[in-house]
């Protein structure tokens, strides 16, 4: 493959030197935006400064090397993007029209949230891509917007378009490396000349001007290979897919049940991004799924350095999201997967608490009297997350086995009488659980090495991130297993589901376990993060709060109902509790609001209507997207298909259930 | 065993209350398959509305006013709670169910969570965060019966609770509006066909349960003598669960289960405290009162899957 790349791949020809001209500068500009008006340049700076001479430096070592390795990922990334980007476009979207989507959905926002914080920043920007939706929908309609043909030569893949793509991803990545080292270095140069820049690091600006470049070349090779096995592999499933009879007449069921797998998974994916060909093609979805991790494992790092360190950092506060996360994806294998509305699904996850809180603490002393000791019991959290899960899965089965014969709403109740009826026994009986007071002094989980505390809430941090992706990974594991195409069948159609052979009962009977399992874990996790547990935290309210999460984000869609969970967890925690702090602020827009509303009610404060916004929230998202936020391809198709019948109105004369009975009557 | 039927009279007072509320979600459950979260909510601020009208018509805590005065200050304050929850309840089902009637399923019943949060801080602003006093204008006299005691609360709350039953019960099987509520609730689209303005009979529906619920209200700050902000949820809660108990989309049902659940509710206080010896549960039964109707609603519906009353329909293929 590097054989086919001459040196005169460098030398682009005129059309991809427009797709050139096109990515660079739409990846460019975000990218130039991270490095001077955010910290970016500051924290690489910082980080060499470290290696070169590490007394000149604010940074200790471990968040150096953690630094220096985030850095080195992303920047990689991009430079591959780039690469990939070029190579894979299609040109269904034209220049412009990538810079705006650029403008708009990176660029402002960066700003935005530099300038006024990140959440009204991303408010503000939320109310601009509003805008902007409109806008374009408008502009569109007037001028009779069609979306431009795909490029030509991306139809035929022979040696020589192979090789052509191959070209343009080393291109791609090469050119890109090239802008983006001479533009650093002019800036690093002005720096250099006003005298900000220490004079050790202009070594290193050198180094740099040639490094990437070379490090572009290669890494545009790298994603020119992806593109070109994605672009290959879709190619060679379309050809087979146009002569199915090639082998004899013969149906391929594998080959078959393949196309059919790969044409779902693809609608998933539209749900991830919904946006242009080249973004939502699976190699670019690795792209992001790889930056969003990255992201996500180097954000302790970050966090200090956006919001201030010790109780000023956020944290905390998303290990607590974590959880809710947990608890909306269990919650959506009962109501999504296997459609049965749960309405007490806080039971479970104050199963999972108490079992961890009762081990791990005095109380377990206090109950049977048998002296342990506490910080050898900590040890047991990790064993005790699968037997605290287990034991929340045991009492899904439990309660689950009475509530078979009932169908619907009925079995909703009773799920919403065993939510009220165990916080209640742990309430009174205060014998073994200490009542209404809770337990307090519960044990946190013990690591080698790590310091488990409120202060640093980074493993708790690590900890959630593990358990999320566990349990994403056997969400999805579980959705696509025989079980989880059962639960859809029947949430479908139950009689149909039992008649094409589905055990009812034990179908219901797994999905009440499984949601139950994660519940558990989520409680356990709690109880070990807050250090103790209340009776408190488990009303009927909690369950109805999860159960908007699964609902708002998009119900029986994994990624919706994770988006629904950080969403609802968001606009309760870092939006409706911060009003009040936002409306002392005499800069503040809200003040004035305030201002105002004090004077018709006195007394008043955003404490107050919390939940009255909340509410509002709730109603309006239900309104203007009762599918949820993100909903499942599946759903999608549904009311879309929906639509198509309003339109053809003869489709109503039939009886949907006995189309067959309706022609006999006809014909009679 | 008079200390059993002393807390019978009390349960079938409390259970009248709940049958009013879990009219109003058993009238909407059956007829448009809801379960009306909010509906609890309306009661609360059928309470609250109840100790406004008194308070414009000069009644205080301590008044207690006789013969004509107190007649009207009640019939003008149980009306008026009944109309403003009423038309709430309209408002309500224009606003944040009408958009969702071909929605999935659940979208109307989150909405519905939200409408529930939205009326208990409206509850919240509107009257604190505090109990606040319902004016007992209603005078208290007590009958002894044996060693029964019986108020004259007691009585009128059940009086006007039956009244109330009788006059929805005739509503819906002899007039027309009630034949076209029975059409809509059996199938929406051959009523429409027929000739039934099907949104109207829905807003009527709600006009008519949140009427009651407010009705509730009144005869709960008769009987308690306070309201704070959040009652309105969990009562609500115990009354969905007497549609429930009873046969949801069942009339007759849901006054049943009501009154079913407010005896439960009052024997359960009978359960000694086991913390002081003896059987029994911790801290009496009625710290479990809850734990114990919900208890008894999920036996008797394994062993009546449709509730006491529901019709066993096979299922539609």
Redesign the interface.
Known sequence: MVAMVSAGALRPARETRLLLIKWIVALLVPLAVFTFVWSGEAIVNNVLLGILSPANTNYNMPTLIQLAIFIVVFYAVVLALAGYLVAIDTGRRTMLEVWIDILVFVLIPLLLVIQLGLIIGLAVSAVIWAIFFFARTQIRKVRHYTPPQPLENLQVFDAEQQKALMQRAVAGGFWFGVVFAVVSLVVDLIFFFSGSLPTILLVWVVIRTILLPVAGYFLGQLSGRLALRRTLAANEKKSNGNNPGSDGGVIDKQHQLELLSTSRAREEAKDLVPNDLPLRSAGAQRFFLILLVAFLLFYPVLDPLLFGFGTDGRLAGYGDAGYYVILALGLNIVVGFAGLLDLGYVAFFAIGAYVWGMLASTQFTAVTSLPINLSLISWLFWPMLIVAALIAALWGIILGAPTLRLRGDYLAIVTLGFGEIVPVVFLEMDKYTNGANGIVGVQSPSFPGVQWSIITPAPYYYLILALIGLTILANVRLRDSRLGRAWIAIREDEIAASSSGVNLVRTKLFAFAAGAFFSGLAGMYHAAKLGGVSPDNFSFGDSVIYLAMVVIGGIGNIPGVIVGALVVYAINQFILAQLDTLAADPTNVLHAVYAVITQVIPGFTFGNIRNLIFGVILILVMIFRPEGLIPSARRRRELRHGNDEEVEVGALDVVPTAPGFESEVHVE | MSLFIQELIVGLATGAIYALIALGYTMV?GII?L?N?AHGDIFMIGTFVAISIMGLMGITANSHPTGLTLVSVLLVSCLGAMLVCAILGVVMER??YR??RN??R??????A??????L???G??WKG?NFVSFPQIFPQINYDIGSVNVTSVNILVIVVSVLLMLGLQWLVTRTRVGRAMRAVAQDREAAALMGVNVDRIIAITFFIGAGLAGAAGFIYGLQYGSSIFYIG?QLG?IA??AA?LGG?GNIVGAMLGGILIGIIDALASLIPDSNAGGIG???GGA??H??II??I??LI??FR???LLGQQTP?K?
């Open positions: 459950y398959e379960i979260f606003i944040a958009p969702l929605a999935p659940l979208a109307p019943l989150i909405s969570i939200g409408v529930s949060l939205v208990e801080d409206i919240k602003l965060i949820f809660l969905f669960t429930v949801i549960l911790p801290h710290a479990w809850e734990a919900f208890a609603l999920i519906l394994v899957p449709s509730g299922e293929v």
